[in-house]
């Protein structure tokens, strides 16, 4: 069975929000994929880049960051950097210390590179980068249009859309955990572009594999309160949804506890999360069936070595799906227990996607009726 479409770190990604929840639908430039090994060790005399890393929210989230911090780790590894990350919280209240760190790093200008991620943090880099021209910037999951910065984005609305034709596929068949009930359920982080761009292409993706199949989606408001998180999940369990995807980050974490209390499925994103659950919180990766991937440290890894051999395109924004190996679905471990029909569908839809036969709208796209599509397809 082969890995859809998938762009792996090898072991670095069972390291990944926030729940791959940044990224923005602006103009872009598809890119070659990035694989996952290709970072090679330094020849000699390579520059080593000095890179800041900014995350704001913390490590741990075994999903958005800690995939990103596992890409810069390999680069380390292979002498082509050397980093410092900078946690500052996920929180409104730890919103000033994004602010106050990125500035203070930018006017220090001992950093060859600084790295930040998710939209949340793009105004503020779009300040900054024009207050520090000579610093150079690299941000992933938006897009900042600055001379002096990099983007990359991901196609996360295709992305949702082979998860939801899995879903729905799922909700419908003989498998353990499954009830009798068509229904499956969506917890997102906050109610936004990024996150409901996920949301379109998953009901699109359920709808088309089964008309009848009901999709309840619901919001935790931030991307770190698994309390919230769990409590909406255990809301969806009691309404029939026997599938559920987890697109919150850290808060995403807590459906997954209350998947695993109840014994019904759970879908994780951003990094392979069976593989991060799997040491320390068996019970939630034994729900676990496969995660949807948004490959952010291959995306690292794509750009600092396009810094490291001068190709680099400031000013620009990188924009990465299926074809491009920045977004696809892990295949191992309880992916196996998916029926091989299911499996078959997947490898029929996902080149459909990608050569734009299945057109998946866009939660970007200003026109589009996000709330009309999501409520009417609830249970």
């Not at 034709?165 to 009798?180: G, Q, V």
Request: glycine letters at 12%; charged letters at 20%; one cysteine or more.
């Amino acid at each position: 069975m082969k890995k859809y479409l998938s762009v792996l770190l090898a072991a670095l990604m069972v390291l990944t929000i926030m729940a791959g929840c940044g990224g923005n639908g602006g103009s872009s430039t598809p890119a070659p994929a990035p694989s996952g090994d290709n970072s090679t060790p330094a020849p000699e005399g390579t520059k080593v880049w000095n890179v800041a890393n900014i995350v704001n929210g913390n490590l741990g989230d075994k999903s958005f960051f800690d995939s990103c911090e596992a890409g810069l780790k390999k680069l380390q590894d292979d002498g082509l950097i050397k980093y410092k990350t900078f946690e500052l919280g996920a929180t409104d209240a730890d919103q000033p210390k994004w602010v106050s760190t990125l500035d203070e790093l930018s006017a220090d200008g001992s950093y060859d590179l600084i790295v930040c991620g998710t939209y949340q943090m793009d105004a503020y880099l779009n300040e900054c980068a024009a207050k520090y021209p000579d610093q150079k910037y690299f941000i992933y999951d938006a897009e900042v249009a600055q001379p002096n910065v990099a983007s990359i984005t991901f196609k996360q609305n295709d992305l949702g859309y082979l998860v939801g034709t899995a879903a729905a596929l799922m909700t419908s068949s003989s498998m353990e955990k499954i009830n009798s009930e068509k229904v499956i359920g969506f917890v997102g982080g906050e109610d936004g572009p990024v996150i409901n761009d996920f949301l379109v292409g998953f009901i699109q993706g359920a709808q088309a594999a089964d008309p009848e199949v009901k999709i309840d989606s619901q919001y935790v408001g931030n991307f770190y309160d698994t309390g919230r998180g769990k409590e909406i999940a255990n809301v969806m369990v009691n309404n029939k949804c026997d599938v559920i995807w987890g697109v919150a980050g850290g808060a995403g974490n807590g459906a997954a506890e209350a998947a695993a209390e109840h014994d019904v499925w759970f879908i994780g994103v951003d990094s392979d999360q069976e593989a991060t659950f799997s040491a320390s919180q068996p019970q939630m990766a034994a729900v676990t069936i496969f995660s949807g991937l948004k490959n952010c440290g291959d995306g690292v890894i794509y750009m600092l070595n396009k810094l490291n051999d001068g190709t680099i395109e400031w000013g620009n924004t990188t924009q990465l799906g299926i074809a491009e190996g920045g977004v696809g679905l892990t295949n191992g471990g309880n992916f196996q227990n998916v029926p091989d029909d299911i499996k078959k569908a997947l490898d029929d839809v996902a080149p459909k996607v990608t050569s734009g036969e299945i057109k998946v709208d866009t939660a970007f796209d200003e026109s589009f009726d996000v709330k009309g599509l999501r409520d009417s397809v609830r249970p």
